[in-house]
């Protein structure tokens, strides 16, 4: 929470920021403010008084200066101590907190994603630290919700990977060369104004993705998708199914089309594509995972930041 003796600078009318650099490095101008901060979300709201575990009661709690990196509060009556970084991404870490914290911010207030390169310019870490803080952040602060989809949802496949004409010639005659050989299937859920879903899966036959569709979305939906026959079993599961026929190049019946989700896999792929050039199969779910996260997030402002924070500080 920002601290009550710091005003925000007036932003200007027609400004879309709702949460600036200035303002974070307000709020947290160093690592003992970026501490108070975990230590008020995870321990004491009121910043003294905290549950002991030794005590089994509520108790002032005292902060010494001693000569670790990750300060402690200490219990005033037994002497325990708690430490407000352990059992967090944040914990045995080397690098600043501070840094943590600006990497978060980076990581929330971008729109298409912020590379470990630049994230290594921006810190002034090597790139090897950049690239675990990042890899933390979106797969451990930036899993995707479990809460059910309902209402119109719209539910497409998409694929990810290199295009066959840039294969080595060997491996794109291995790989059938065309279409959507060698690439990495993703099966995507939105729900209309609200939030969406990205998985990858290994295929997208029927068997593999009706498991992943009764799991997100409720049985009351309205789902619209293209003509794949693996979407075939909805209407028997109990789905409002309707359809729109891409191969006859219909793409808009009435409300009937994908194009919510289809604007997704545009957004994601121009990301991947503009600032990580390349993502391999193996970490391509936690890059979903953090588009995903901006995108049901998108109009949180300061709260994005918020959110990841007190995710961090609940783990």
């Known amino acids: 929470m920002p601290p009550a003796n710091r005003k925000h600078p007036k932003r200007a009318a027609s400004s879309e920021s709702q949460y600036s ?3 974070f490095m307000q709020e947290y101008p160093d690592d003992a403010t970026c501490l108070e901060a975990l230590w008020r979300r995870r321990y004491a709201p009121d910043g003294e008084h905290a549950d002991c575990p030794k005590c089994e009661t509520e108790r002032l709690f005292k902060r010494y200066e ?3 990196q990750r300060q402690s509060w200490t219990c005033s009556v037994c ?3 708690l430490h407000p970084t352990a059992g967090t991404i944040f914990h045995k870490s080397s690098t600043s907190l501070h840094l943590w914290f600006y990497a978060m911010y980076l990581m929330t207030s971008t729109r298409c994603g912020i590379s470990a390169k630049q994230l290594e310019r921006e810190l002034g870490v090597t790139y090897k630290t950049a690239w675990r803080i990042a ?4 797969n451990e602060l930036m899993e995707q919700t479990d809460e059910p989809l309902d209402g119109t949802v719209e539910l497409d496949e998409s694929y990810f990977g290199g295009k066959a004409i840039n294969m080595h010639h060997e491996k794109r005659e291995r790989l059938g060369g065309r279409g959507t050989a060698g690439k990495q299937p993703v099966l995507g859920m939105v729900e209309r104004q609200g939030k969406v879903v990205a998985v990858t899966v290994p295929n997208v036959s029927r068997a593999t993705l009706m498991p992943h569709i009764r799991e997100r979305v409720l049985p009351t939906a309205t789902v619209y998708t293209d003509e794949m026959s693996s979407y075939d079993p909805l209407g028997r599961q109990g789905y409002n199914h309707d359809r729109v026929n ?3 190049k219909v793409y808009v019946s009435g409300d009937v089309h994908t194009n919510t989700i ?7 792929k ?16 936690g890059y979903l995972n953090e588009y995903a996260w ?12 918020e959110l990841v924070l007190l995710r961090a500080a609940s783990r």
């Open 294 to 305: 901006r995108y049901n997030h998108r109009d949180d402002g300061r709260a994005m930041f």
């Open 135 to 138: 890899k933390s952040i979106r």
């Open 66 to 68: 001693i000569k670790q």
């Open 262 to 268: 289809e604007g997704f896999w545009s957004l994601v």
């Open 21 to 23: 650099l200035v303002e």
């Open 79 to 81: 002497g325990h101590h």
């Open 270 to 285: 121009r990301g991947i594509s503009g600032v990580y050039h390349s993502v391999s199969a193996k970490h391509l779910q």
């Open 246 to 248: 891409h191969s006859a």
